[in-house]
């Protein structure tokens, strides 16, 4: 390939690029910094994702902090349909994984909130981690999981903040105990 090919495929990747950023947009600016920037972010909901259900009566909501921030629990909230559990301070280390259990979290790890007021059920739910506040928009959904069957409460609201796809639910069973994410990103359930 000749140097005036190799400058052309360059300058298209960069085009191609400065395209999808200008699509994407930021949502970091001065006041508020980004995962990994080394900053106090003002919005700690975007340092968490759901990596696991607990299911039944002693189910639990597992978050991982997945940057290299420390982050903090404290205002965020927890939401089914329009029900939300607003969480209290716990500090989360960077890769860490801390449950919010809807009992009283025995012989559950991490657990540092108890009693949430949260319906896991095994066959069918959902839950949205969204940012402190009282209302639902897209913009202050953090992270989104639905399981059994679609749609549900937040389910058009998660599609249309691009965490959801339409007509998408994680599998699970009548007996399931556990759903969680695998290292392929896949959603899948044990049974008891």
């Not at 609201?157 to 691009?162: P, S, T």
Request: aromatic fraction near 8%; charge should be negative; hydrophobic fraction near 45%.
């Amino acid at each position: 390939m000749s140097i005036r090919a190799y400058r052309f495929v360059a300058l298209v990747a960069v085009i191609a690029a400065t395209l999808l950023l200008a699509a994407c947009g930021s949502s970091a600016s001065p006041s508020q910094s980004s995962p990994g920037s080394g900053g106090v972010a003002n919005d700690a909901a975007r340092y968490f994702a759901i990596v696991e259900i607990g299911l039944g009566a002693n189910g639990y909501v597992a978050l991982e902090n997945y940057t290299d921030q420390p982050a903090q629990l404290e205002g965020l909230r927890l939401c089914q349909a329009r029900h939300c559990v607003t969480l209290t301070a716990a500090d989360v280390e960077p890769g860490n994984i801390v449950r919010i259990s809807v009992g009283d979290g025995s012989g559950v790890e991490g657990v540092v909130i108890r009693d949430a007021d949260l319906e896991l059920e095994p066959s069918n739910g959902e839950v949205a981690l969204m940012s402190a506040g009282s209302d639902f928009t897209p913009e202050v959904m953090r992270t989104y999981l639905e399981w059994g069957s679609t749609p549900h409460g937040l389910t058009s609201i998660a599609i249309e903040a691009g965490l959801w796809h339409e007509g998408s639910y994680a599998p699970t069973a009548e007996n399931a105990t556990r759903l969680f994410k695998t290292d392929a990103n896949l959603w899948v359930f044990d049974t008891a």
